[in-house]
């Protein structure tokens, strides 16, 4: 059970070109996911909660406007990198909170997706 | 400010060896913290929690140690296998205005020699 799943698992685009990551929890309904990114030999940052039906909370130096973030079902969390650059080529990886258990903290993570800007 | 700190990168143990990683976090305040495995290419596995109001945790060949007074974190893994091998990230549950967050650490490599 509680099993997170990213699509797609890696993305190659160009500059200027926008992306979308899908998150979905596959066996259970989460009320809360979170995004995160990860650069080559370094640890997760947390970019932004986003709380299904309401507005996604950024951490404070994530651009809201470049990093669209929609959770629109309680399965289903999208990010979207607007306008792409070469600086943003990283790991991106999302979690999920299962809704029955969100008093324990737990958080389910995906396999990541990969993107590359060229 | 918030942090969670490793203080080993890297770790190179012989097969069959325990190994512990370490971890210290600096708010006082959190009160749940995670272990988590990462491979290659791959998301973060879970592998033990821990609540503040416990010192210890014990799974399947794993120990999870709080030290709330230096606030310190241990990660014991007892007869490591070369499945083993792996970046491991402590983390700390923080409360924030909007609900909680993890904050992990830096991470530390484990290297298992066969």
């Known amino acids: 059970g509680a099993v997170v799943s990213q699509h797609p698992s890696r993305v190659i685009c160009k500059s200027g070109t926008s992306v979308k990551i899908e998150c979905r929890s596959l066996d259970f309904q989460a009320t809360t996911m979170f995004w995160y990114r990860q650069f080559p030999k370094q640890s997760l940052m947390l970019m932004a909660t986003?709380?299904?039906?309401?507005?996604?909370?950024?951490e404070q130096g994530v651009e809201k406007d470049k990093f669209l973030i929609n959770h629109a079902s309680l399965t289903l969390s999208t990010l979207t990198v607007t306008s792409a650059h070469p600086e943003d080529s990283s790991f991106y990886i999302c979690?999920?909170?299962?809704?029955?258990?969100?008093?324990?903290?737990?958080?389910?993570f995906g396999p990541g997706t990969r993107l590359t800007v060229l | 400010g918030e942090s969670v700190g490793l203080h080993l990168p890297t770790l190179s143990v012989q097969e069959g060896d325990n190994s512990i990683i370490n971890c210290a976090y600096s708010n006082s305040a959190s009160d749940y913290f995670i272990w988590y495995k990462q491979e290659s290419g791959k998301g973060p596995q879970f592998i033990i929690d821990?609540?503040?109001?416990?010192d210890k945790r014990q799974g399947q060949r794993v120990t999870v140690l709080l030290n709330k007074t230096v606030k310190h974190l241990s990660l014991q893994i007892a007869a490591t296998q070369p499945g083993d091998s792996a970046v491991y990230f402590c983390a700390e549950n923080t409360l924030q205005e909007y609900g909680n967050k993890l904050v992990f650490g830096a991470g530390t490599i484990l290297r298992v020699k066969s």
């Open positions: 979690s999920a909170r299962e809704w029955r258990l969100a008093s324990t903290d737990t958080q389910y």
């Open positions: 986003s709380n299904e039906g309401s507005k996604a909370t950024y």
């Open positions: 821990i609540r503040s109001n416990m």
